[in-house]
């Protein structure tokens, strides 16, 4: 699949040159859903219908689950999640004072069981961090994105930025080009969207599982012939939060359905 992708994206780019948008302006920022069509929608919609939700119920679980040798459940510290997580993952990745950088929400959870827990971390994409953090994030389905606010967060936030104009790989493209400068056309069939991470982790339906917005990002590298960053990193990080920034004041939709 990946192979028929890159295909497509170079003649996609080389037959109709790229318009050369720019950013997108604030008021024209849209959800992938806009883009899709009438029968992912629905599933998305139907929370009987959505598989994303599945990864919730397990959240929900493992919530109240006591782990690692403190012998502790999130819900000791935190509480009823509907009433403690609601808008948290909505400002995410967020700064860390005490590692002097942004951590993603599925960093946050590993070091809560590090240092609450007293739990090994989970690895990523791992059912049970993706079941974890879309519980937590479905808390906040509906509430308008905020990340990026914090001040302390800006130089980070102007590293994804620029991560994010950044062409590279062999096929010498960078994320602007698609979600910039061509969305509302297609690749290989499906709809280019404008990259706003409102559904995070979502269901792909290539995937046929949840996924984090770090896996998404890692495919896209690979798309283009580049070496994707390992989960965590920097540079990853950096984009999360560009990303999440550039989608501020859209509301989250956990768990998000997409092709």
Not at 109 to 116: M, S, T
Not at 138 to 158: K, W, Y
Not at 201 to 224: A, D, F, K
């Amino acid at each position: 699949m990946s192979v028929w992708r890159a295909i497509a994206a170079a003649a996609l780019f080389a037959a109709a040159p790229a318009l050369l948008a720019g950013e997108i302006p604030p008021d024209a920022r849209r959800s992938g859903y806009s883009f899709m069509g009438p029968d992912t929608r629905a599933m998305q919609d139907d929370d009987t219908s959505n598989p994303g939700m599945l990864f919730v119920l397990d959240g929900e679980q493992l919530w109240t689950k006591k782990t690692g040798s403190a012998e502790k459940a999130c819900a000791d510290c935190h509480g009823e999640a509907r009433i403690s997580m609601k808008g948290i993952a909505a400002r995410y990745p967020a700064f860390d004072k005490a590692l002097g950088r942004p951590v993603t929400l599925d960093q946050r959870i590993n070091l809560c069981r590090a240092n609450h827990q007293q739990a090994s971390p989970l690895p990523y994409e791992s059912r049970d961090l993706l079941a974890l953090s879309a519980f937590v994030a479905h808390q906040s389905r509906g509430l308008p994105i905020t990340a990026g606010n914090d001040p302390q967060a800006r130089p980070f936030v102007e590293q994804g930025r620029e991560l994010f104009m950044q062409r590279e790989g062999q096929l010498n493209l960078a994320c602007t080009n698609c979600h910039d400068d061509n969305f509302d056309r297609r690749l290989a069939g499906a709809p280019i969207t404008q990259g706003q991470p409102t559904g995070y982790p979502l269901y792909r339906l290539e995937w046929q599982t949840l996924g984090s917005l770090e896996r998404r990002l890692r495919s896209c590298m690979s798309g283009v012939r580049a070496q994707a960053y390992d989960y965590g990193s920097p540079e990853l990080v950096a984009l999360e939060l560009y990303l999440m920034s550039r989608a501020h004041g859209l509301p989250m939709e956990t768990p998000a359905v997409r092709p």
